[in-house]
């Protein structure tokens, strides 16, 4: 049972990083169209964590339905 609790809790702070992840995305998109952002690498290394995070949240969630 204690498992169960703490994968609900890695599964809800993974979802508020993933939230935070895409604000930060958006911002870099609106630096990007605006010409102020430098470092275009940002965009992708952010997408690839987010799909990371997504990855583990599928993996959590195959976990706990098995």
Avoid: Y
Wanted: charged share 35%.
């Amino acid at each position: 049972m204690i498992k169960k609790n703490t994968n609900i809790k890695d599964f809800v702070k993974l979802k508020e990083e993933i939230l935070t992840l895409r604000k930060n995305l958006m911002n870099l998109n609106f630096q990007k169209s605006s010409g102020q952002l430098e470092k275009t690498s940002g965009i992708r290394n952010t997408k690839k964590e987010i799909a990371r995070l997504k990855t583990k949240i599928r993996q959590l969630d195959g976990v706990n339905n098995a």
